[in-house]
Nanobody, 124 residues
Framework: QVQLVESGGGLVQAGGSLRLSCAAS????????MGWFRQAPGKEREFVAA????????LYADSVKGRFTISGDNAKNTVYLQMNSLKPEDTAVYYC?????????????????WGQGTQVTVSS
């Protein structure tokens, strides 16, 4: 199992930026993909972005492409989500997830380990 702890959420005005961090511990050597998902009140948890743990290949949801950037620091076992040009519709709890399986996926059932989430609120 991989333990994941998110940080960096908060309240920001529309057009602002936030950087989320996800620190991984435990059996990190088994991780193939790291991803970010989000869940707004009353909605399903949705894919945001993913990155191959061993490389720089990334995948984004259309709704965040060009505004969000996912990156990783293997030495620190940490994944980041830089969020720019934030919109009120980006308001959600953001979750970090880890998958030991290929290929990289947008599907939440392909991720085995999950963090507790961090709240992001964007005011208009």
């Amino acid at each position: 199992q991989v333990q994941l702890v998110e940080s960096g959420g908060g309240l920001v005005q529309a057009g602002g930026s936030l950087r989320l961090s996800c620190a991984a511990s435990g059996r990190t050597f088994s991780t193939y993909v790291m991803g970010w998902f989000r869940q707004a009140p009353g909605k399903e948890r949705e894919f945001v972005a993913a990155i191959l743990w061993s490389g720089s290949t990334t995948l984004y949801a259309d709704s965040v492409k060009g505004r969000f950037t996912i990156s990783g620091d293997n030495a620190k076992n940490t994944v980041y989500l830089q969020m720019n040009s934030l919109k009120p519709e980006d308001t959600a709890v953001y979750y970090c997830a880890a998958s030991p399986w290929a290929p990289m996926s947008r599907l939440k059932n392909q991720y085995r380990d999950w963090g507790q989430g961090t709240q992001v609120t964007v005011s208009s």
